[in-house]
C-alpha cells in the first residue's frame, strides 16, 4: 500500500483505522460504499471491523472536508473518495451498482437561470443511472 498523501488533518485524532480508511480510499481509483472499505480493512486487520464504525468514520471526514461524499440511486447507496478538490460525476448501472466516472461535466457550460439574482452557486449534483454492459441482456 502507498502512503497517504495528505496531512493528517488538524483537529481530528488520529488513530489506526482511520488511517487504514484513508489508505484505502488513496489507493482506489474509484470511489468506494462503506461496506467496500469495510471489506478491504478487514483483510489487513486482525481486529473485527464493524460498518457502523466505518459509517461514524466516514460521517467526520465528510464534515472535516477530507472525503467527498457521493449519494447515488436516491441516497439508496453513498460512495466515498478522498477530496482531491476535482470536480467529478459518476453514472451507476441500476441492477450491479457498479460505477463508471465520466470525463466530463454536463453542467460545464450551464448558466442556471435562478429567480433571486443574488443566489450564489457553489455546486450541483448530478444523479445519472442507466444499465451497464454486463447486465444489459438483449
Ligand atoms: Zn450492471
Ligand atoms: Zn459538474
Not at 472535516?64 to 460512495?79: R, W
Request: aromatic letters at 8%; glycine letters at 2%.
Amino acid at each position: 500500500m502507498k502512503e497517504i498523501q495528505i496531512n493528517w488533518p488538524a483537529g481530528i485524532k488520529r488513530t489506526k483505522q482511520r488511517e487504514n480508511v484513508l489508505t484505502i480510499l488513496e489507493s482506489s481509483d474509484k470511489p468506494l460504499s462503506a461496506t467496500e472499505i469495510c471489506t478491504q480493512m478487514e483483510k489487513t486487520s486482525d481486529e473485527p471491523v464493524w460498518l457502523s464504525t466505518i459509517y461514524r468514520i466516514m460521517e467526520l471526514f465528510v464534515k472535516k472536508g477530507i472525503v467527498i461524499k457521493t449519494n447515488m440511486m436516491s441516497n439508496e447507496m453513498a460512495v466515498y473518495e478522498i477530496n482531491q478538490f476535482k470536480h467529478k460525476h459518476y453514472a451507476v448501472c441500476i441492477n450491479c451498482h457498479k460505477i463508471i466516472t465520466l470525463d466530463n461535466c454536463p453542467m460545464e457550460k450551464f448558466i442556471p437561470k435562478l429567480e433571486d439574482e443574488n443566489f450564489h452557486v457553489m455546486g450541483h449534483n448530478l444523479e445519472i443511472f442507466g444499465v451497464c454492459k454486463d447486465c444489459d441482456q438483449h
